[in-house]
């Protein structure tokens, strides 16, 4: 039985150019581990999409990416504001983003959703004025098939 | 899988073994080795970047030469159309297309006639339904083979249709067959007079299996200098220009996609912004747009490496060459307003051919992972490129899987060293 990798990633929540970048990084390595094209893009979205969430509403936070034969999990943990009502924060096209930041092309209010879809298990734990920690699993569709 | 044959490579003469080249490479193929450059056919995607950055010129791209043509034949002339962008004072194409006749092209057939047509097959793709969004273009060379060596999910939104140097080269060969009957097809030479060694890989390997219509690939600045000489600004050109604005503005960023006629579209060139842009694609970032137009060079194909113009100055001077021409000069008959002829589609599908895979056994593959997480973590972080790898993280890579001595580090060595100085016999 392979060792867990385990890999950590610190979101910059000032700097908003390099948001998603994280998420590139897995994706290579997932790449480099020859799981197959559907696995890594699920992977990839669900990232992203968390990691973007920690960026523009909460100052960013941290990722760590947990990779097992047959699962990926990543837990996006971040001192934000929280979330107040998760399952209004779910809805499609549900999204406080401000201006600005939709003048970018973000906050079409489909991360979360987007991040369940895309993802076989997914846990929102948030604290008012604490912080939200998001934890997603991908179980891996065979590895190595391309 | 079958070697693909490049057409970057090296002069070892020249080659100073500097990391200039190393850091710049988009898909790090290069390695420094012996005090020279080393690029890993694998991986290279015959982007030219290298060319761009080497100081020395030990980097070159490989054309076939005019001189080699065998001058029996009858050699047509396939002019891309960042080709128009190269002369100075020009005000009319025909004097291009009469010097490639006077330096002894048998004929002409510009690719901007073959853009314009791909042109309308794009629209009628583009309309149709079940397609994936956004529809990638299949023009520039370097970004295909990049798709399908790194974005396994994209390859099915790369537009299945020949690029017009395709086209050109087979109507070409029609043309020509249909004008002087007793040719034989062999006895007719397509030459491609190419902006970038990207085209002329192309050619070489040919495209998912078959063969191209084009035969041999000069390089644009070759032909240039030969051209400069004869073409003569008294002298009425008896050759004249079939493209229209279309077709000329295939030769930089945004031509491609502005000839739609849809305003969905992203257009990004050089190939640093083509790689974060797929990575965004892939992401699901862009969900908005219906079409992307890469190019792997600045500015698009005016900016290859074969060209000899700044690339900006060569998009100024054809849209003064384009000014007062109509939209576009090849259209496809009325009647004919469904579908598209077989021979304009890919053969098949394009398929991902992942490179850099550590290991087809996942458990090795994660434990070599593993190795290389915990010594690129001991690496001073500092992506010198003294160990002849671009990035500490590479070097890592290199030593777990390639084998490398850990001692190449030089700054690994010398803290070593310091060590060894400093607790004599404790290791
Ligand atoms: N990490 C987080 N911290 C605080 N609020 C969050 C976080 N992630 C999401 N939210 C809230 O949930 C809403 C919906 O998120 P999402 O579906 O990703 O849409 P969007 O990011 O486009 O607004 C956000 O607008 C925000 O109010
Ligand atoms: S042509 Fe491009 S991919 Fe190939 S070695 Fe040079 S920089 Fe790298
Ligand atoms: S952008 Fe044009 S010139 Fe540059 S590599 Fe691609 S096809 Fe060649
Ligand atoms: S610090 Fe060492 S490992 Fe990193 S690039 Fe320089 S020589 Fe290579
Ligand atoms: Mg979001």
Known sequence: MAETLRFHYEVDGNNFTSAGAASVEVKRKLRQLGFDAETIRRVSIAMYEGEINMVVHARGGSADVYVDKDCITIILADRGPGIPDISLAMQEGYSTAPDNIRALGFGAGMGLPNMKRYTDEMKIETVLGKGTTVTIKVYTNGANKL | MKQYKHSVSLDLEKCKGCTNCLKRCPTEAIRIRDGHAVINSDVCIDCGECIRRCPYQAKKANFDRYEDIDAKKYRIALPAPSFYGQFVDLDDVDYVLQGLLDIGFDDVFEVARAAEIVTEYTRRY????????????????????????????????????????????????????????????????????????????????????????????????????????????????????????????????????????????????????????????????????????????????????????????????????????????????????????????????????????????????????????????????????????????????????????????????????QKMVQYPGEE
């Open chain 2, 126 to 417: 583009m309309s149709e339904q079940d397609i994936s969004y956004p529809v990638i273009n299949s023009a520039c060379p370097a970004v295909v083979r990049l798709i399908t060596l790194r974005f396994p999910y994209l390859c099915a939104h790369v537009i299945p249709m020949m690029p017009p140097i395709e086209l050109a080269g087979k109507i070409a060969r029609e043309e020509a067959i249909a004008k002087h009957p007793e040719l034989k097809p062999e006895d007719i030479a397509i030459v491609f007079i190419s902006p970038c060694p990207a085209k002329a890989s192309y050619v070489k390997n040919g495209f998912l299996g078959e063969k191209s219509h084009v035969d041999y690939v000069v390089s644009m600045s070759d032909i240039y200098f030969k051209l400069i000489g004869v073409m003569k600004k008294n002298a009425t050109p008896k050759a004249t220009s079939q493209s229209g604005m279309i077709g000329m503005s295939w030769a930089s960023t945004g031509g491609e996609a502005s000839a739609l006629f849809n305003d969905k579209y992203l257009a990004a060139d050089g190939i640093e912004n083509v790689i974060h842009v797929l990575d965004e694609i892939e992401t699901g970032h862009f969900p908005m747009l219906q079409f992307v137009e890469l190019n792997a060079c600045p500015g698009g194909c005016v900016g290859g490496v074969a060209t000899v113009e700044n690339p900006y100055i060569a998009r100024v001077r054809l849209q003064a060459l384009r000014r007062y021409l109509p939209v576009s000069q090849n259209r496809l008959e009325k009647s004919d307003n469904e579908g598209y002829p077989e021979e304009i589609l890919f053969p098949k599908d394009l398929e991902y051919r992942p490179v850099g895979k550590f290991d087809d056994d996942l458990t090795t593959a994660m434990q070599k992972m593993s190795e290389i997480e915990d010594l690129a973590a001991s690496l001073p972080a500092l992506d010198c490129g003294s160990c002849g790898a671009p990035t500490c993280r590479a070097f890592a890579e290199d030593v777990v899987l390639g084998g490398r001595s850990i001692d190449e580090c030089i700054v690994y060595m010398r803290e070593r060293i």
